[in-house]
């Protein structure tokens, strides 16, 4: 399975009517490939991704996501999420039922490290970012323009 395909399910298959995770984002970041080498994400990041709540329209992100992002592993050796990466994710705006993805959290994502080689996300998964909507409506973050996903 290409990256781009399993993310761009993951974001796409997420309902908006009830607002709450399917299993296809678990599935996708399990089998996600990077360089033809499987990227096995650890059993406490699927768990911390699970208790994400969506529900009536706040997402509350725990501490332990971002702990587990840091020292969650790749084949044996440990991924470090710069510290770009983390700020962006603590920096989520989550205002009127909207999700808003800032421009850092963009840019921390196509260029954060593993391993001294740079690890560059598809345009796939940048677009399901940048048009991901949680809530029904449209509307226009101050850094990216947000649509509502396909019922």
């Not at 990227?39 to 501490?63: E, G, K, M, P, W």
């Not at 962006?88 to 808003?100: E, H, P, Q, T, V």
């Amino acid at each position: 399975m290409k990256p781009e395909h399993g993310f761009v399910a993951a974001f796409t298959l997420v309902p908006t009517k009830n607002q709450h995770w399917n299993g296809n984002i678990i599935c996708a970041l399990l089998f996600f490939r990077i360089d033809n080498s499987a990227l096995y994400c650890s059993s406490a990041l699927i768990s911390s991704l699970l208790f994400f709540r969506i529900d009536n329209s706040a997402l509350n992100c725990s501490s332990a996501l971002i702990c587990t992002l840091l020292f969650f592993r790749i084949d044996n050796s440990a991924l470090y999420c710069s510290s770009a990466l983390i700020c962006a994710l603590l920096f989520f705006r989550i205002d009127n039922s909207a999700l808003y993805c800032s421009s850092a959290l963009i840019c921390a994502l196509l260029f954060f490290r593993i391993d001294n080689s740079a690890l560059y996300c598809s345009s796939a998964l940048i677009c399901a970012l940048l048009f991901f909507r949680i809530d029904s409506l449209t509307r226009q973050s101050k850094t990216v323009r947000s649509t509502v996903l396909p019922h």
